[in-house]
């Protein structure tokens, strides 16, 4: 028996091209990304757990890098979507705007605001919060990378640009090591309870030991984030392959599965894929899955 569903899209992943001087936040601790990761090793992962897509998402802070994205979006009709790169302190970025005027798939744009000398600082910049403002107003998304100590900067952010939907990477990055759970909760309240923010439940077995982390630790994180910001307006994404420093894509699959389980199907549905349909607008076909 086989039935429609809604399409399942893996909501953020990563390709690359590895040369050392252009990803250098891969450092020596990461010797299992010092390699390509192509769309020829991703898509065997999404067949195997029934999904339609995924969006790609920028890894290196430069044009080039959206531009090769989109490249292999047009290749590659599975990559629905891609959250790409560009200066947004730049004067001239109406001009950079333009020349992707025309590429339907690119749906947002992200910046390692994480890596930042002072991430709170930057949240605050004039000309950055300018660039997000003409951003919004092209209709693009802007999706957000901090680690949980930027929460509480990050809030001020996200209340000065609502034109668009915000989407908050990695749950914020909270600070697992620590087993700071409620302190994290506490800070991300604020931004939940904005209804034009979004939140990634992605990119937790790294933030944890890499090869200590617990499931049902990373569940009591998942959890709380999907009660802050209900099933609505959380998306699934496998953060592949940075997620290969602490497991395999089967893994993180397995960690939404289990979080995921007490909601209903339709929650779960919407949270698999649903959401993401919507918010990034794109354009999916789901395939027949076996029931």
Not at 37 to 45: A, T, V, W
Not at 268 to 277: E, F, K, L, S, V
Request: glycine fraction near 6%.
């Amino acid at each position: 028996m086989t039935r429609p569903e809604i399409p399942r899209i893996d909501a953020h992943q990563h390709f690359w091209h590895y040369e050392p001087d252009q990803y250098r936040w891969i450092d020596n601790s990461m010797s299992v990304l010092k390699r390509d990761y192509l769309p020829s090793d991703l898509e065997p992962l999404l067949k195997a757990h029934r999904l339609d897509g995924c969006i790609a998402v920028q890894a290196r802070q430069c044009e080039q890098e959206t531009d090769a994205l989109l490249a292999l979006a047009t290749e590659h009709p599975w990559i629905k979507g891609v959250v790409g790169w560009a200066d947004l302190q730049d004067a001239s970025l109406l001009a950079t705007l333009d020349r992707w005027q025309d590429q339907q798939r690119l749906r947002g744009f992200r910046h390692q605001i994480q890596d930042e000398a002072d991430p709170d600082a930057f949240l605050a910049d004039t000309a950055f919060n300018k660039g997000v403002a003409i951003l919004q107003a092209r209709g693009y998304l802007y999706e957000i990378l901090i680690k949980s100590s930027s929460l509480p900067a990050a809030y001020a952010f996200v209340r000065r640009h609502d034109r668009q939907p915000l989407v908050l990477d990695h749950l914020g990055k909270p600070d697992i090591t620590h087993g700071n759970l409620q302190s994290w909760a506490e800070q991300l309240a604020p931004l939940a309870a904005l209804p034009h923010v979004h939140c990634k439940l992605s990119g937790l077995i790294t933030e944890a030991g890499w090869t200590t982390w617990r499931p049902d630790y990373l569940v009591a994180y998942m959890n709380q984030a999907l009660e802050l910001f209900g099933p609505e307006r959380v998306l699934f994404g496998s953060d592949w392959p940075v997620c290969r420093l602490a497991g395999e894509y089967d893994h993180v699959y397995a960690l939404a599965e289990l979080a995921l389980a007490p909601f209903s199907a339709s929650e779960q549905a919407a949270i698999m894929g649903g959401n993401a349909t919507r918010l990034y607008g794109l354009t999916v076909k789901a395939q027949e899955h076996a029931a």
